[in-house]
């Protein structure tokens, strides 16, 4: 946890500030001025103290083994095997540096996993503040792991994605690398993606479509009883402009969607 970053937190009780109560960024505690008091455990934020998730994929995340997994076994292979095609880190993570300015000065990735995103970010964006957002502590304890190993000064924060402790419109840049696929009350997610981005602010996201193929459709039907969702790339569209994102590109390989958007200027989605 990068204490410099408190300015862009907010509790999630109370939308108050919060400061260094004791410890320092690696253990210790922060506080809002009404007292709500939340740990800092190695070096991770934890403003979410008790994990609720509400299906078996988002149960499988919480698990140590997955996180350890993740960027060791799946993630560097994801990309290759849902496109049919070469996908390396190379090209994603390329593709991810050229759409998100290099005037961007906050960015936050939304449900980090091991900080994938965050990390190329902070590598091609040394300016920016990086901000990690994650509700599994073991996937933000190997992403603390990852960035300190690489001396990356980024801060990792557990918290929901459906009720982000930020502070309204500081955000220049959001990332999202394929977890709208796992997310629930997605419509509060883009909600809240709306509320923290700043005017102008762009978003950066890749997310699975619905397969075209007669075993593809049944394997995703297997997956969607276990809570992941997969998406119609016309409908996605549909949704983000809805909710205050404009100028949206996007181009779909195999099953990977990748978008790239403008938060529409003026007023935050909901607000008359």
């Known amino acids: 946890m990068q204490l410099a970053h408190l300015s862009l937190l907010c509790c999630p009780n109370c939308q108050g500030t919060l400061t260094l109560n004791r410890g320092n960024e690696q253990l210790g505690s ?4 009404k007292g709500h008091t939340f740990r800092i455990i190695h070096g991770v934020l934890d403003l979410l103290k008790r ?3 509400q299906s078996i994929a988002a149960w499988v995340n919480e698990l140590p083994p997955t996180a350890w997994l993740y960027e060791r076994i799946w993630r560097p292979y994801a990309l290759t095997l849902l496109s049919g095609e070469s996908f390396p880190y190379a090209r994603e993570l390329a593709w991810l540096s050229q759409h998100v300015p290099q005037t961007s000065r906050t960015i936050v990735d939304v449900a980090c996993s091991n900080g994938l995103y965050a990390r190329a970010l902070a590598d091609s964006h040394p300016q920016a503040q990086i901000i990690g957002i994650d509700r599994s502590l073991p996937m933000l304890r190997q ?3 990852r960035a300190q190993a690489l001396q990356l000064p980024i801060s990792y ?3 929901d994605a459906r009720a982000f402790p930020l502070v309204s419109a500081s955000i220049d840049a959001v990332v999202v690398g394929g977890s709208w696929n796992e997310m629930e009350a997605l419509p509060t997610v883009f909600k809240e993606m709306a509320r923290i981005s700043a005017p ?3 978003l950066v996201a ?5 397969s075209s193929t007669r075993l593809g459709a049944f394997m995703q039907r297997l997956l969607s009883a276990g809570g992941t969702q997969f998406f119609d790339p016309a409908t996605l569209v549909q949704h983000l402009n809805q909710y205050g994102w404009s100028d949206i590109q996007s181009q779909v390989t195999g099953i ?3 978008g790239v958007a403008t938060r529409t200027k003026g007023k935050l989605y909901g607000q008359s």
């Open 30 to 33: 922060v506080v809002c001025p």
């Open 143 to 145: 992403a603390v792991a």
């Open 51 to 53: 994990a609720q998730p």
């Open 200 to 202: 102008q602010a762009r």
């Open 206 to 210: 890749m997310a699975l479509t619905q």
């Open 256 to 258: 990977v969607w990748q």
């Open 157 to 159: 924060v557990r918290a």
